[in-house]
């Protein structure tokens, strides 16, 4: 059994799905591991993970809808706006995605279904530099 | 340290709540695994994980419900309907939910606590075919 | 390769985020682990897990304000009230929030970002004896 830990820099332009995939792939590929588990980690708390599809572009757009109108900035109860609106939003739309998620490996390829896609998930509306970890564990 | 891993196919009968706790303890037996971790992942977008109470079947019924209030049918700012009005709200209660869960495997068994059961939350309206892998590591 | 488990209890006093971060370390430090991955896992079906900023209260306060009123106590079409009005919400907030959390281990530490916390987020009332499990994997 072997493992591996690499540490992604994510460059984000304001709230959206930005793809992170071929980052997942790429850590996979170089760790060797044939069959085994990844875990993606995000280090923050006003951005998260999330897999979905990665076909139509609608998709993307339409979740990034919801979660704005589900926690939309201005929302009046809010006691922590010292970042601005969009901060207490960001971190309520985190809490609701993942910060966290494993994936297995088999035959040196991540075990995504055919539509999935893994993107970290920007919720603040200023650009951002986000780091992932992704952690491999394995049969080499 | 030994690993396994393990392919099953759900049937799903609409949207709702199938309970998978039996394959997963199968899995869990068969890798001959005594301590160790349990990973299960969910191959789709549309269709998610939850570990939730085993008990009362109202339960699984009021989640339903509330998911299906929180993200209707029919939401008039959707832009992703070209598989009917059913498939965009899928994607975003399978966003509010999980694609992995990761439990502890202590003396041979699911650390699961009394009331917790492992279910594929199925969010489309038709009968599908679901695939969920299971990654098992630890000690024999 | 080694791993090692450990049982926590978490005692709340009513709903609210519960910080265990230094439970997590102090689980990563008596493991010998000095890179790997720790999972914590959840127990229970009315609480769960979150990763959330440690340095501003009020984000706590906020969380657990949205949470009370996206699914509030009282909603007239919950089916399951046996054990009073904050029971089924409590159900339906741990099914929007996390069971299971997996964290990379760099250099014997959690490779918590800067301000993430790790917390269980009780959803009932009442005070209760909460059972959290991490499972720490890794090379010593």
């Not at 591991?33 to 076909?55: D, K, M, P, W």
């Amino acid at each position: 059994m072997v493992q591996t830990t690499r540490a992604v820099t994510v460059r984000t332009r304001g709230a959206g799905l930005y793809e992170i995939t071929r980052e997942l792939k790429d850590t996979i590929s170089a760790s060797g591991v044939q069959s085994g588990l990844v875990t993606v980690f995000c280090r923050h708390t006003s951005c998260s993970l999330l897999i979905q599809e990665n076909a139509d572009p609608d998709v993307r757009a339409d979740l990034q809808e919801f979660f704005s109108r589900l926690a939309p900035h201005g929302m009046a109860w809010v006691t922590h706006t010292t970042e601005g609106p969009d901060d207490m939003p960001a971190h309520i739309r985190a809490a609701l995605t993942q910060t966290s998620i494993s994936i297995p490996i088999l035959n040196t390829l991540a075990a995504l279904g055919t539509w999935q896609g893994l993107y970290l998930f920007e919720h603040r509306a200023a650009p951002h530099e986000r780091s992932v970890i992704f952690h491999v564990i394995g049969e080499a």
